[in-house]
C-alpha cells in the first residue's frame, strides 16, 4: 500500500509539474527549457534502474543517447524510415549492443565496471567523430522532422514548435516514469534492488545476478538512446557531443543529486542540473563556480540525494 502510495505520488507530481509550469513562461524560450528537462529527466529515470536499484554504475550511457539520436539522423537518409520508426529501430538497435556489451563487461564491480563503460562511451564518440562520410563528423548532421506538427495540422490542430516539444516530451517521461515505478515493486524489480544491498546474498537466495544486471542495462540503455532521439529531433540537429563523455557524466549526476534510488529524485536533479545554469546566467563569469559548489553541499549535506533526504527529514518532523 505504502509503495502504491508512493508511485501515484511521483505520478502526480510530474503532472502537476508538466501541467503548472508553462502558466509561468514568459517566452517561448522557456518551454524549450521545459522540454530539455524533460528529455534529461527520461534518460536518467533509466539510470534509476541500473544505478538506484541494481547498484551499478556507468560513465558511458551517453553513448547510447549518442547510438538513438544517429539513428533519427540516419535511419531515414541510408534506410529510409520514417523519423518516428528510426527512434524505435534506435531504441532497438542501443538494446541490442547493451546486450552483447554488457554480457562481459558486467562481470566487473566497482571501478572497474566504472572504467569499462567509460571505454565503450569513448569508443562510440570517436566512431561518430571520424566516420565523417556516414555521420557528417565533428559538424554534425541533420535531423528530419518527426512530423507531429504537420499531423496535428491536418486535423485543424496548430501548436508553435516549442509547445509541441513540451508537451509531447512530458507525456513520454511520464510512460517511462509510470513503467520504471511498476517494474520498482515487480519480481524484477524486488530482484534488482537485492543485488543493490548484496550480490552474493541475492544469489544465495536464488537470484540470476548476471540476467538481473544485464536487464538492468539494457533497460537503461534503451531510456538513453530514446532521450538522444527526442533531443536530436528536437533540435533538428545532431553531432558527436550527444556521445560524449562530458554527457556522460552529466547523466550520472543528476541521477545522484536528486536521489538515484527514486524516479522523483532522479527527475528533480536532471529539472536542476537544466535549469540551474540557466539561473546562474547573472553571475556571469562565475556561474560554474557557484554550480560547482551548489553540487560539492548537497553531496556534502545530503548524500541520499535531495529529494530522499527531504522527504527522511520531514518525515522525522512529523514523528
Known amino acids: 500500500m505504502r509503495s502504491l502510495k508512493r508511485k ?3 505520478l502526480l507530481a510530474l503532472v502537476v509539474l508538466i501541467a503548472v509550469a508553462p502558466l509561468f513562461f514568459p517566452s517561448a524560450f522557456y518551454y524549450r527549457v521545459g522540454t530539455l528537462m524533460f528529455i534529461n529527466g527520461l534518460a536518467v529515470t533509466g539510470l534509476v534502474v541500473l544505478i538506484g536499484y541494481a547498484g551499478q554504475i556507468s560513465l558511458g550511457h551517453a553513448g547510447f543517447s549518442g547510438i538513438g539520436a544517429y539513428a533519427c539522423a540516419l535511419g531515414p537518409l541510408h534506410l529510409g524510415l520514417p523519423p518516428a520508426a528510426s527512434l524505435v529501430f534506435g531504441a532497438v538497435l542501443s538494446g541490442g549492443i547493451a546486450w552483447l556489451v554488457g554480457r562481459p563487461i558486467l562481470r ?5 565496471l566504472a572504467v569499462a563503460t567509460l571505454g565503450f562511451g569513448i569508443l562510440v564518440s570517436m566512431v561518430l567523430t571520424n566516420e565523417a562520410h556516414l555521420t557528417g563528423g565533428p559538424d554534425g548532421m541533420a535531423v528530419e522532422d518527426l512530423g507531429l506538427r504537420a499531423a496535428l495540422r ?4 496548430s501548436v508553435r514548435a516549442p509547445e509541441l516539444w513540451y508537451w509531447f516530451s512530458g507525456l513520454v517521461l511520464l510512460a517511462g516514469a509510470w513503467l520504471v515505478l511498476n517494474l520498482q515493486d ?5 530482484a534488482l534492488r537485492s543485488l ?5 546474498a541475492a544469489r544465495t537466495v536464488g537470484v540470476d545476478v548476471a540476467r538481473y544486471k544485464l536487464t538492468a542495462f539494457v533497460i537503461s540503455a534503451v531510456y538513453a538512446s530514446v532521450a538522444g532521439s ?3 529531433m528536437m533540435n533538428r540537429f545532431v553531432s558527436p557531443d550527444i556521445a560524449g563523455f562530458l554527457h556522460s557524466i552529466q547523466m550520472v549526476t543528476m541521477t545522484v543529486l536528486g536521489g538515484a534510488g527514486t524516479v522523483l529524485g532522479a527527475v528533480t536533479g536532471a529539472s536542476i542540473l537544466t535549469a540551474l545554469p540557466q539561473v546562474l546566467t547573472v553571475f556571469h563569469d562565475y556561474e560554474h563556480i557557484v554550480l560547482g559548489l551548489i553540487m560539492m553541499l548537497v553531496m556534502i549535506f545530503l548524500r541520499e540525494g535531495l529529494v530522499p533526504s527531504l522527504a527522511k527529514l520531514f518525515g522525522r518532523r512529523e514523528r
Not at 186 to 190: E, F, L, W
Not at 196 to 200: A, G, L, M, Q
Request: glycine share 12%; aromatic share 4%.
Open 196 to 200: 543493490h544491498d548484496s550480490e552474493i
Open 230 to 232: 527526442l533531443l536530436a
Open 154 to 157: 491536418e486535423i485543424g490542430i
Open 186 to 190: 515487480s519480481p524484477t524489480g524486488r
Open 108 to 112: 566487473l564491480k566497482g571501478h572497474y
Open 8 to 10: 501515484h505520488i511521483t
